[in-house]
């Protein structure tokens, strides 16, 4: 069972920034593309940004581009979102999860709300 664990959510201003972590338990993340998904209350989960296996290639949502960065440490298996100028719309729950997501890799993910 791969535990795939979300931290650093939290309550910020619109303009406010914050750095999201995931961290894996295995090693197995790390030869896989992993993206974050944001569910924002009463929505289905979308992609926000993925990171490809060896970290060439990202991709992000056209919502976040240019304010969001993926980044990931194979070393320590974790895979990072540094987000800043928070909107509104950012707010919501993030997971992180291989791109196709993995059923067993859903973590409780971590919660950001944007709000004054």
């Known amino acids: 069972q791969v535990h795939v664990v979300e931290s650093g959510g939290g309550t910020v201003q619109p303009g406010g920034s914050l750095r999201l972590s995931c961290a894996s338990s295995?090693?197995?993340?790390?030869?896989?593309?992993v993206a974050w998904f944001r569910q924002a209350q009463g929505k289905e989960r979308k992609v926000v940004a993925l990171i490809s296996s060896i970290a060439i290639a990202t991709w992000y949502d056209d919502s976040v581009t240019g304010r969001f960065t993926i980044s990931r440490d194979n070393d320590t298996n974790a895979v990072y979102l540094e987000m800043r100028d928070l909107k509104y719309d950012g707010t919501g729950v993030y997971y992180c999860n291989t791109s196709p997501p993995h059923p067993n890799y859903w973590g409780q993910g971590t919660q950001v709300t944007v709000s004054t």
């Open positions: 295995e090693q197995t993340i790390n030869s896989l593309t």
